[in-house]
């Protein structure tokens, strides 16, 4: 059900304009397939959070678990454009991620419950995911790590030579981070295909933008570098496509980094251990009733596709057994031997 297994190189269009701010851009016209290929995969990010939640509160997940809940339209959206053998990295938020970019629904879950059939053979948990074979590099733990590792594997495309774009990914709370602009000023010295992307989900750890930036505006945090950016609507997957084709575009023809910054949105706290006190019960309740990325999809597909319920159904259940395959798998599979604690060590 991937993004990753279905995705076109539509990225083909031409270069975005270097704009820097740019604002409410036209949304990509989707195809009946497109929109239901976009529900599928929101639907899969979605059910499977709903489910890891749930397996947390049961005490089968430990340590910490960040949910990607309101944010699915970002991740698709971005993997809609790109072609195989472009990179992924983000931070700890990253379930979303990985399951956009094709990786199995059962490791992922395994790793969550520390099972030896989980991608890191379940030593890594929640925040330390990795996939070669889907391009996926992680999951990382610390703030604003993955921004110079997402630069680098894009000097490593430039140096190759091909024509392949790092999507770096990033919170709000991250951009204020100082490797984060030692990256942008490589990246723009080198003319590095690298999209800086950063998931604007409004409170960061638990505060709120306006309390902790300075610039509250994240597409022109590349300005002083001469990076363009742009500010997207993070919670129409349209809008998100559209925009990733301009930054591929722009990076594949060598002309350098860009900056998306993503206004999204999430519906739970920063962590499973976050109650989120710090907004109010009805903020979230309005962006879930007015906003939300799947529920716009469900809509066209009813209205504009005339999608009947039976099918809309089908998805759903198929979508269900899908996740409540990969908490079986990941409730009853073994835990690492011992001998796990001495593989994959550099010496």
């Not at 949304?27 to 489910?51: G, Q």
Request: net charge neutral; aromatic share 8%; hydrophobic share 35%.
């Amino acid at each position: 059900m991937a993004v990753a297994a279905r995705k076109g190189a539509s990225a083909s269009k031409g270069a975005a304009a270097k704009t820097t701010g740019r604002k409410g851009a036209a949304a990509a016209s989707f195809t009946r397939d497109e929109d239901l290929l976009a529900y599928r995969e929101m639907l899969l990010i979605r059910r499977f959070e709903e489910k890891a939640g749930q397996m947390y509160g049961m005490g089968l997940i430990g340590g910490f678990c960040h949910l990607y809940i309101g944010q699915e339209a970002v991740v698709v959206g971005m993997q809609m454009a790109t072609k195989d053998g472009d990179q992924v990295i983000t931070g700890y938020r990253d379930h979303g991620h990985m399951l956009a970019c094709g990786m199995d629904s059962k490791g992922v879950m395994a790793e969550l419950t520390g099972r030896r059939g989980g991608l890191s053979r379940g030593k890594g948990g929640s925040m330390h995911m990795f996939s070669v074979e889907k391009h996926f590099y992680g999951g990382h733990g610390i703030v604003g790590a993955q921004v110079s590792l997402g630069t680098g594997l894009a000097f490593a495309n430039h140096y190759r030579g091909n024509d392949n774009v790092s999507l770096t990914y990033f919170g709000d709370g991250a951009a204020n981070q100082g490797q984060v602009y030692e990256s942008f000023n490589m990246a723009e010295l080198w003319k590095l295909p690298v999209i800086y992307i950063i998931e604007n989900n409004r409170y960061a750890m638990g505060t709120a933008v306006s309390r902790a930036s300075a610039q509250t505006d994240f597409s022109k945090r590349g300005v002083s570098f001469n990076i363009p950016g742009e500010q997207v609507d993070g919670m129409d997957v349209r809008a998100v496509k559209a925009a990733g084709e301009r930054a591929i575009a722009w990076c594949r023809s060598g002309k350098g980094p860009y900056i998306l910054e993503m206004q999204t949105y999430r519906y739970r706290g920063h962590s499973m251990s976050d109650p989120a006190k710090y907004r109010s019960k009805d903020e979230v309740q309005k962006m879930r009733e007015e906003r939300d990325p799947i529920e716009q999809v469900r809509r066209r597909l009813v209205e504009e596709w005339k999608v009947g319920d039976d099918e809309l159904k089908a998805i759903d259940a198929k979508v269900r057994e899908i996740v409540n395959g990969a908490a079986e798998f990941a409730t009853n599979d073994p835990e690492p031997d011992p001998s796990e604690l001495w593989t994959d060590i550099l010496r």
